[in-house]
């Protein structure tokens, strides 16, 4: 029987580290792929939730900092009498200068620290599955991080997920552009060649590619040409997610409320509400500083319930259950013209029935700046619509009617397809993977 580590050099594994869902894949020699598959709440999924939770447990008489990922990151969150710390959507810090990472029950962690662990997690879970060790891999990134401005940001973005992956034990990575590796994944079900634009629609980035694919692409090898471009902007499901929050629960928060302050009237300060609404800052929220801020505002408060509310909500780690309730209205959008939005935080109990048109006008500047990404693409490729054959959407958001509608209205939406939104980057990666070994073995 192949030992682990020779039966590794058979294998290419693609990871998707997704702002949040990271799927991980692997490709033998018969180019089918494979996923790893994860149990939570009683099946099995094969988007592991890229989340983090930290909690003190009482062991032997000392307290140790205990902390788990992704599904069971949840589970133990939702079982935990007293919340520890729920950390999500941490890509969307790499790029940041100014924020290297927080205090965790006294202890301070790295961004990257706390990536790693997360990425440790999965890559153990998979070796155990696949029964291989697992040292290498293709792994996706986005075209723009979330916040990068320039290519400096990008790059030093790109390097801090690198030093995460080192630090989770992964030794060698190489990465490629999210989006090509969705194109690759649909090449693999080509049987012509195609100019296909891809879309491809997360919780931090969307993304898009176009690219030649095909046969002919694959028998001659790919050369650098046949990626006709690339471009992305930094939002997607956690800005929708934003305004969910903004219009629905803010408010009932505390947000725009007064307080008198040494005998003026001052508006409760607004940046606090700007971090409820992102999921990677809320997570941080919970500082001592912040608290003690907010008691204060409290106490000279003209709605003191408001921001009692939301004391209780940072203090009680409530973002996931936010999280839950804002995914759920904004899943049942995708399917139905109106939904219910639910969310009680045991000081507040928020009800709304929201109309898809309400909540497309709420996220109108967002869907503008997605399609004008798509339009630059097209004009700086020098490609017109006609001459693209297909568009590839993928991407959790890419569910959203209103995302889709801007290439039915380019494309028309015969020349629309989609499919496996949650793990085509995984599978594509690991495709990409199996092609370099392929050309590294033809080289030696
Ligand atoms: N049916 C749906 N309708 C609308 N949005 C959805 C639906 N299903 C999932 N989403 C959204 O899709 C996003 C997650 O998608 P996905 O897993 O593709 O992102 P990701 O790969 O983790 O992020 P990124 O690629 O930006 O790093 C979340 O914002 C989620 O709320
Ligand atoms: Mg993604």
Redesign the pocket.
Known sequence: MDSPTSQASKVAIGI???????SIAFAGRSDEVQLAKFPYLGSLTD?YR?LLYLQQVREGGANTLKSWTGPEGIEQYLSADVKGRLIQSL?SFLSSRTLHGTEVFGRRYTIEDLIARILRDLREKAEQQFGINIRSAVI?R?VHF?GAENQADDGYAEGRLRSAFELAGYESVEFEM?PVAAAHYYESMLDHDELILIG????????FSLVHVGPTVRRRGRVSGDIVGNAGVGI???S??AKIIRHLVSPALGAGSQLRSLGKILTVPNWVYIRLERWHHLSLLRGRDVLNMLRGVHAQSLEPEKIGALIHFIKEDLGFHLHRA??KV??D???NPVAKFQFSDGFVDLEAMVERASFEEWICDELGQIAACVDSLLSSSGVMPQDVDMVFL????S??PAVRKIFETRFGENRIRSGN??TS?ARGLALKAMDVRMSDSKAR
Do not use: I, R, Y
């Open positions: 998707d580290f997704g702002t949040t869902n990271s988007a890229s890509k996706g986005p979330v999210e491809d629609f997360g919780g931090g980035t969307s993304d997607a499901g956690d929708f997610d804002v995914q904004k899943v959008l995708s399917n993928t991407g959790g958001s569910f959203v939104e949650f980057v």
